[in-house]
């Protein structure tokens, strides 16, 4: 009896070891950004990667875990990383936005991010946060459970699966090009999956498709990520379905489908049973595009090959939904997601409400300025440049700024940005009514530095309603140093009546959100954060046109629950 007793005791001496071990778990790596020249439907191109690998490095960290990441820039560009949906609790100096937290790591120049994991599991991902290098430079970021136990069956593999795009030019040039004229960006000319596409789409001889090796009856994890710059995707697999048990780290309901919808900035976790005649099937992303009659992009394939499948057998082919099936996207996918209650980490809905905003976003115009020579050739509508919004504030970072905007909150320097940004528009009006799509009265909005301020945990609620301007958008929206209740989405124009469909039981809980073109989407969430946050919408073009705000969060009570000095080696501007 003593000697159960005794092994009993061992037994839980040792499971406090490796939990503790867990907790104080470091995984460091070094970051050497660096050109790269890759070779893709039978050309090669220079792109930037992160050691050589497009796309980067994945990271693996439990739960509780400490991540540092030397940053070696001997890359041409000025760049930051941002470890996106990572909630940076009490570290927000390692968020990594340009002059939101930190200026930029500068060519032969080096830095060192590091910040603790908790209060999380599942998939997100880090990329640059530096004009459009994420384009290429980005990667898988994911977050072990601490005791090695999933709220699901043990999936036999665990594969990442990275959607993103390949760009004709260097993605630098692309947006030193779109800036300088004021039109619209060139957009991409293939889409990827894991880097690969099949070279045959480009009449090319190489073979370059991304393949997964699959056996009979086994349940692999897919940790899905959407890293191209501006495009939702369908994902589907011939013949097979999914069961969604997480999105954007948070576990979910099981859902069952043959079909992933998944926006710019979003990670969908996906069981998926190998349980059909024993063949090949290929794997697809193809774009989801609103506002649009006519869409021609080539698609992502890759390949799912049974073991022992013959060589020859020829892949079967899923059907796809249209390029602009938005029925079938909300009423499939993003509209039936729903949280797991009490499964590791889930938070329930804060039901007092200190703070209510309603957010209109959309596209704008900047005044064409012929006298300044970079708007010499304005290529946006009516002769005029691109702009974007939110409450008719177009952000922009001001010119010949010193230090960062988290900087300037720590050392409280009131020149650099101001704290009224408005909770409502400065007009009403009609806003999904394309009849407005033009309207020169609601087209300019001012560029402006303005942010949102809270006290630490109060409770935020945002209306995002989207706008019909200049024709409107999806807009995925993603919110730095949060996760957020997506209360309820909808169709039209928002008011008091939708506040029925809002689900304050389950909803799912992320950190971007697609609101829809004509439509809108209700979040909650508690600022017990503090720090200076950058919301915006995770379509690359649209952040240098101004569809951003910054919502500043007071400190705690305490020193712990308050922002701590920078580190020594924080960039300078």
């Not at 309603?465 to 024709?471: C, E, I, S, V, Y």
């Amino acid at each position: 009896m003593k000697l159960f007793s005794f092994s009993l005791a061992c037994v839980f001496v040792f499971a406090l070891l490796a939990s503790s071990l867990a907790s104080a778990a470091i995984v460091e790596h070094i970051f050497k950004v660096q050109n790269t020249t890759i070779k893709r439907f039978c050309k090669e191109q220079v792109i930037v990667t992160v050691n050589g690998l497009f796309p980067g490095p994945t990271i693996n960290v439990h739960e509780g875990g400490t991540v540092i990441v030397h940053v070696l820039n001997e890359g041409p560009y000025d760049i930051t990383l941002h470890w996106h949906g990572v909630l940076q609790l009490f570290s927000p100096w390692a968020d990594g936005p340009e002059y939101i937290t930190q200026c930029t790591i500068r060519p032969r120049s080096k830095y060192t991010y590091k910040f603790n994991v908790t209060q999380q599991e599942g998939t997100v991902w880090w990329h640059a946060h530096a004009s459009y290098l994420r384009a290429t430079v980005h990667g898988a970021f994911i977050i072990k459970p601490r005791s090695g136990r999933f709220p699901f069956p043990k999936p036999y593999k665990q594969i990442p699966l990275i959607l993103g795009d390949l760009y004709n030019s260097r993605v630098e040039d692309i947006t030193t090009e779109a800036q300088a004229s004021g039109g619209g960006p060139n957009i991409s000319y293939a889409f990827t999956i894991n880097g690969l596409t099949s070279g045959h789409l480009m009449n090319c001889t190489e073979n370059e498709t991304f393949k997964m090796k699959v056996k009979q009856g086994k349940i692999y994890m897919l940790r899905m990520i959407n890293a191209a710059l501006n495009y939702d995707l369908f994902f589907k697999i011939a013949n097979h379905n999914f069961t969604v048990v997480a999105v954007d780290a948070s576990y979910t309901d099981h859902y069952v489908s043959d079909l992933i919808v998944i926006a710019p900035g979003q990670s969908v976790d996906v069981l998926f049973t190998a349980n059909q005649p024993t063949g090949s099937y290929y794997m697809v992303a193809s774009p989801y595009v609103v506002g649009l009659e006519d869409f021609d992009a080539n698609v992502a394939r890759g390949t799912v090959i049974y073991e022992n499948a013959p060589p020859s057998s020829k892949p079967i082919m899923p059907v796809l939904p249209p390029f602009n099936d938005t029925d079938t996207a909300y009423t499939k996918f993003y509209n039936v997601i729903t949280s797991k209650v009490r499964a590791p980490h889930w938070v329930p809905v804060p039901r007092k409400v200190d703070e209510h905003m309603f957010i209109t976003i959309g596209f704008n115009l900047e005044l064409c300025d012929s006298k300044n020579p970079n708007n010499a050739t304005c290529k946006g509508p009516n002769g005029h440049r691109f702009s974007a919004s939110m409450n008719n504030e177009s952000f922009s970072v001001p010119a010949g700024v010193k230090l960062s905007l988290l900087e300037a909150f720590y050392k409280n320097k009131s020149s650099v940005y101001t704290r009224d940004f408005p909770d409502k528009p400065p007009v009403m009006f009609d806003f999904t009514n394309l009849n407005d799509a033009n309207n020169t009265n609601l087209l300019f909005a001012p560029k402006s530095t303005r942010a949102k301020k809270l006290r630490f945990n109060s409770t935020v609620e945002v209306v995002f309603q989207n706008t019909a301007l200049l024709g409107g958008q999806n807009h995925p929206m993603h919110i730095h140093g949060y996760s957020f209740h997506v209360l309820a989405q909808g169709f039209g124009n928002f008011n008091r009546k939708d506040r029925a469909k809002f689900n304050l039981v389950n909803p799912q809980l992320r950190n971007t959100v697609g609101v829809p073109m004509g439509g809108w989407t209700v979040i909650r969430f508690q600022a017990n954060n503090p720090g200076v946050w950058l919301v915006h919408c995770h379509m690359e073009d649209h952040v240098p046109w101004g569809l951003a705000m910054i919502f500043e969060v007071e400190n705690g009570p305490t020193p712990s629950t308050s922002v701590p000095p920078p580190p020594a080696d924080l960039p300078k501007c």
